[in-house]
């Protein structure tokens, strides 16, 4: 069994950043990919970006390229998401969320486990 927590949510202003963490534990995350999803009210989970454990291989959405980076670190079981830029459409609750096995997806689908969220706001 593996429990995420999400941590490093806030307000914050446009063109500001942040920097989200997922914390695993439980047992090694060495074997999953761990995603990072965000839901704004009224709208569906949305992908937002993923990385593989074992080698640190990555995917975004093309609406955070550029401007948001997933990391991690092994030592720590612990994921990030670093935010520059910050859009007010960024804001939402983000979840980080892990699957066992190497493919990077984008589904929402198909998770063992998730986190209970953290709450971005971005104002203008």
């Known amino acids: 069994q593996v429990q995420l927590v999400e941590s490093g949510g806030g307000l914050v202003q446009a063109g500001g950043s942040l920097r989200l963490s997922c914390a695993a534990s439980?047992?090694?995350?060495?074997?999953?990919?761990m995603n990072w999803f965000r839901q704004a009210p009224g709208k569906e989970r949305e992908f937002v970006a993923a990385?593989?454990?074992?080698?640190?291989?990555?995917m975004y959405a093309e609406s955070v390229t550029g401007r948001f980076t997933i990391s991690r670190d092994n030592a720590k079981n612990t994921m990030y998401l670093q935010m520059n830029s910050l859009k007010p459409e960024d804001t939402a609750v983000y979840y980080c969320?892990?699957?066992?096995?190497?493919?990077?997806?984008?589904?929402?689908?198909?998770?063992?486990?998730w986190g209970q969220g953290t709450q971005v706001t971005v104002s203008s």
């Open positions: 969320a892990a699957r066992g096995g190497s493919s990077l997806v984008a589904s929402r689908y198909g998770y063992d486990y």
């Open positions: 439980g047992r090694t995350v060495s074997s999953y990919t």
């Open positions: 990385i593989r454990w074992s080698d640190g291989r990555t």
